[in-house]
């Protein structure tokens, strides 16, 4: 049995009250191993996004435990919680999210700004991770001189940067042509196989076919894994 990660048991999230509760989730089970390449699928609004916000912990379940590397979610507060985002999730998002008026390297130095490292450290660290994603001549760029999949490799560059137990990626493809879509999945696969533990949500079929493992989303909850 491999190590577990991550683990939501019975996790629901609720929006609104009365007639008007929104169950974005509603007894969601979910474990997570070292090694997994998952890819979460569903239609939209079947609680995807709100499932990878809650394993981010960008957000927290109305009901429900969530255990992260042996961690009780639930029982941290805010500051406790931005520090185990901070060491154990990196997180890529549709739209980038980078600092535009920050350099590729700036934005990658960004979440080791807590971690008391030197700034020459941090510079020699944000390089090497943007060499790993095939980014280090584009260092000095600013986001508007880069295109949509360097971006969003400059954005995976900071998400491994502290080195995760587990990188989560909501649709990381959906901004992207084809060609570029191609080029970040391709980025995915080498990082899983340098070891990384992957949960990536996504609409497309390309995408799935190479994760390990899918789990499909209907109305909050997983209906089928393989
Ligand atoms: P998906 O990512 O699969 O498209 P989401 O997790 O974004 O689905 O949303 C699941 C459901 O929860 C949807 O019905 C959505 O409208 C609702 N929802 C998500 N976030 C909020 C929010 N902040 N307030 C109210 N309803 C929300
Ligand atoms: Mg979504």
Redesign the pocket.
């Known amino acids: 049995m491999s190590n577990l990660i991550a683990k939501l048991s019975n996790v629901s999230k609720h ?2 009250e009365g007639d008007l509760i ?1 169950k ?1 989730l509603d007894g969601l089970n979910l474990e997570v191993h070292q090694g997994d390449y998952l890819a979460v699928m ?10 990878m916000n809650i394993l981010g912990c960008l957000d927290r379940p109305s009901k429900g435990t969530y255990q992260l590397n042996g961690n009780a979610v639930e029982k941290l507060n805010d500051d406790e919680l931005a520090d185990l985002r901070n060491q154990e999730l990196g997180f890529v998002f549709q739209q980038f999210h980078l600092l535009h008026d920050a350099t590729a390297l700036e934005n990658v130095m960004l979440p080791m700004l807590y971690a008391c490292i030197p700034t020459h450290e941090r510079e020699k660290l944000a390089a090497e991770a943007l060499d790993r994603v095939g980014l280090r001549e584009r260092m000095n760029n600013r986001p508007n001189q880069l295109s949509g999949g360097q971006q969003q490799r400059v954005a995976i560059a900071r998400a491994i940067i502290n080195k995760p137990s587990l990188l989560l990626a ?1 649709e990381p493809t959906g901004a992207l042509d084809s060609n570029t879509t191609e080029e970040v999945l391709n980025l995915f696969d080498e990082l899983h196989e340098q070891g990384i533990t992957l949960v990536l ?1 996504t609409h497309e079929d390309e995408v799935a076919l190479r994760a390990k493992k899918k789990a499909l ?1 209907k109305d ?1 909850r997983i209906i089928e894994i393989c």
């Open positions: 929006y609104g929104v974005a569903g239609a939209s609004g079947s609680g995807k996004s709100t499932a909501d949500v989303f909050g």
